[in-house]
């Protein structure tokens, strides 16, 4: 079932959304800058249908999320979703960012430990961290600021499996477009490896 949600910031903005409680498994989806959480459909939808628990939140300033839009406050954003599913019963947790919100993304996950990163189209990625996690990089090899960062995530600690996909677009077009069938087999396939090879912290309602 879906619900819609409230998560307060820590500077006190609300951002709303929606979360599908599926299992313990939980995967965050984290829009790009000048979207809102439907730019995720149809990959949301069979996210639930593989059994995660989906939380799709609106950054601040988009969609019904309060504020303006503010990028340098978007790792804050995405910290409180992350505390969100921790304390809504969570015992493993996946990001996926589209975009540029590659960017604060990839910060939460050196600082707060996630399973696994899905990054859809990522762009302006400087710093790739230090810490180690599992990633899923879909990129246009034909856009100049993808194909950089793609570079960038590629060398970082850690497995990093690159799809390329031509001519796919920027940011979750490369889901709703002509490419959207192979991404969503990505990343499901993706999800289902990470999650399977880790039997030992393999939640009890998971398959």
């Known amino acids: 079932m879906i619900e819609a949600v409230e998560i307060t910031t820590r500077d006190g903005f609300v951002l709303r959304g929606e979360v599908a409680v599926r299992a313990s498994d939980w995967i965050v989806l984290v829009h790009a800058p000048g979207e809102d959480i439907d730019a995720w459909r149809p ?6 249908e593989h059994q995660l628990t989906v939380l799709a939140v609106d950054l601040r300033g988009h969609g019904g999320s309060d504020g303006e839009p503010d990028t340098a406050m978007a790792a804050t954003d995405v910290e409180a979703m992350l505390y969100y599913a921790r304390s809504h019963m969570a015992l493993r947790v996946f990001l ?13 996950a050196d600082r707060s430990p996630v399973e696994g990163l899905v990054l859809v189209s990522p762009l302006g990625v ?8 599992p990633r899923l990089v879909l990129h246009d090899p034909e856009d100049a600021e993808q194909e950089a960062s793609a570079a960038r995530l590629a060398e970082a600690p850690g497995w990093s499996l690159g799809i390329s996909l031509p001519a796919a677009g920027r940011s979750c077009g490369m889901v709703q ?7 969503t087999g990505y990343v499901i396939a993706f999800l289902r490896d990470v999650r399977l090879n880790h039997p030992d912290r393999l939640p009890p309602d998971s398959d």
Do not use: F, M, Y
């Not at 990959?43 to 639930?48: F, G, H, I, P, V």
């Not at 996926?96 to 939460?108: G, K, N, R, T």
């Not at 477009?177 to 991404?183: A, D, P, Y």
């Open 43 to 48: 990959l949301s939808t069979l996210l639930e």
């Open 126 to 133: 400087q710093d790739t961290g230090e810490t180690p996690v």
């Open 177 to 183: 477009g002509e490419w959207g069938e192979n991404v």
């Open 96 to 108: 996926a960012a589209a975009a540029a919100s590659a960017v604060p993304v990839l910060d939460i």
